[in-house]
């Protein structure tokens, strides 16, 4: 049953009696809970936010509305890691309520400033007539762990020429200067990125909009961000509104980058190739990265979509984070592997390791299956018209990836995952593949997969729902012959 307006504007402390402890009975019961993901207590998880390294610790939070399973009343929610796999429940970072983030503490970023965490958000307020008023708010946690937000926004209106769709501030320091982009939506209902500077992080002045080339793109930009790799400039987003258009912009909402020259400060302009997916897959939104002590710059991204039901909602929780990946550049894509640190979950070192030639028919190999485990399989000498692996499977159950060396593709099919989805998230997901070898990397968890294609050139995000006793892996080649190399790591 949905929520009323109010129901879904509670703060935590307006539970009803027995309601905390319901939910979590309701959650403790679910099939789907996943193993080694980001997932929420209870309720509702979205967008990852100010995600940093502070103090020895990778430190994320993300949107949580802890009393249901529809978007309402936002908090910050905060984990942290030393390693970028174990994460540990910290609690509430930042809790809404105030007079500038009275309906919720929407999305933001965190940066490190004398020896504190700064982080910077959208306070989501409304007024008696529903109108929402956005301000940008801050922040600052403590060595201790301990947050406290300032009493009055450091961006207090929206610019002329600008909605009340104005969100998500993502915070870096060039030189002596701290910059950030606010995700916007234009007046006449065009999405684009702002950008602003500050000498403090307190005082920000309003330089303007990005100038980029896509001038009507989706009515909306969401969470925006902005990277600088090998001399390039990298500018990421969520634009809400795309039309489909063969295998692209299939999932309700997109997430891609541009890639151009660095962008200029000073003019704003921003020399850019085509806008890019970042992902494939059915379930991928709003991601942010950070750049770790080492420099390398990572990524973590919503695996979810708004606006759609999914069947935890039923057991009292939705969505969770995908596993932190790693970002280069490559050929003028944006590459995105596993972090290496995933490794560690391997419960055995050299895994299960099988090599055959398969010749139009589907086998299964002993000690290949389970629920959560991570899977490489390098199919090569392809003289087959489909090639891939059944995972998750029993005898009615599967989720197909396949290569189809005829339209040279990459299939994900989850039409037989499982517990159906509603009718607009979709089944099948393709993209277009020329290579010699196809190499797949799986990370299977008990309700998703994370593929990564020929080391991460492509990448595909999907929930999947199947039965426990789905745990069968099977190998195959139809019209013709290839050979496989595959390892499987159990988690």
């Not at 994320?60 to 399973?69: A, I, S, V």
């Not at 007079?99 to 970023?109: F, L, N, V």
């Not at 989706?218 to 790799?229: K, Q, R, T, V």
């Not at 790693?326 to 419960?347: H, N």
Request: charged share 25%.
């Amino acid at each position: 049953m949905k929520m009323t307006r109010e129901q879904r504007y509670r703060r935590i402390e307006q539970a009803e009696p027995g309601e905390i402890v319901k939910l979590e009975a309701q959650v403790s019961k679910c099939p789907w809970r996943q193993s080694y993901h980001i997932q929420p207590i209870t309720g509702l998880l979205n967008d990852p936010n100010g995600f940093a390294y502070y103090q020895g610790y990778y430190h994320l939070f993300y949107q949580w509305f802890p009393l249901g399973t529809e978007h309402g009343m936002k908090y910050w929610y905060h984990t942290r890691s030393k390693n970028l796999v174990n994460w540990e429940n910290v609690g509430i970072g930042i809790e809404p309520g105030g007079r500038y983030d009275s309906h919720g503490a929407y999305s933001g970023s965190a940066i490190e400033k004398d020896g504190k965490l700064y982080l910077l958000y959208t306070g989501n307020t409304r007024d008696e007539e529903w109108v929402r008023h956005p301000y940008q708010c801050l922040a600052v946690m403590d060595e201790s762990g301990s947050v406290t937000k300032l009493n009055d926004p450091v961006i207090s209106s929206v610019p002329d020429g600008y909605t009340e769709h104005f969100r998500d501030p993502k915070v870096w320091q060039q030189g002596d200067m701290y910059y950030c982009v606010i995700g916007a939506q234009r007046t006449d209902e065009t999405g684009c990125t702002v950008l602003y500077r500050s000498i403090d992080l307190n005082n920000w002045e309003f330089l303007g909009e990005i100038h980029t080339q896509l001038t009507s793109f989706g009515y909306m930009w969401e969470c925006p961000d902005y990277m600088e790799m090998d001399g390039k400039g990298v500018l990421v987003f969520s634009p809400q509104g795309l039309d489909a258009a063969g295998d692209h912009y299939q999932n309700i909402f997109q997430s891609g980058y541009l890639i151009g020259d660095p962008l200029n400060l000073q003019t704003r302009e921003f020399k850019h190739g085509e806008f890019q997916e970042l992902d494939r897959g059915f379930d991928f939104y709003a991601p942010q990265t950070m750049q770790g002590p080492d420099g390398r710059r990572i990524l973590v991204g919503w695996m979810g979509l708004p606006d759609l039901e999914y069947p935890t909602d039923d057991s009292g929780w939705a969505h969770c984070l995908t596993i932190p990946r790693q970002l280069s550049l490559r050929d003028g894509k944006l590459i995105q592997q596993p972090v290496a640190e995933m490794e560690q979950l391997r419960q055995q070192d050299k895994g299960t390791h099988i090599r055959a030639t398969i010749d139009n028919e589907s086998r299964s190999f002993t000690g290949f299956n389970g629920i959560t485990y991570e899977l490489i399989c390098e199919m090569s000498h392809v003289d087959a018209e489909t090639v891939g692996i059944e995972f998750r499977a029993n005898g009615t159950e599967k989720t197909v990836l396949l290569y189809d060396q005829i339209q040279q593709k990459v299939v994900l099919d989850r039409t037989m995952s499982g517990a159906e989805l509603a009718e607009q998230n979709g089944t099948i997901r393709r993209c277009t593949l020329t290579a010699e070898v196809i190499k797949f990397h799986l990370f299977v968890d008990s309700s998703s997969v994370e593929i990564f294609v020929n080391d991460g050139e492509e990448v595909f995000t999907s929930r999947i729902f199947p039965s426990r006793n789905s745990v069968d892996i099977r190998f195959f080649a139809h019209g013709g012959k290839a050979d496989f190399e595959a390892t499987q790591w159990n988690y």
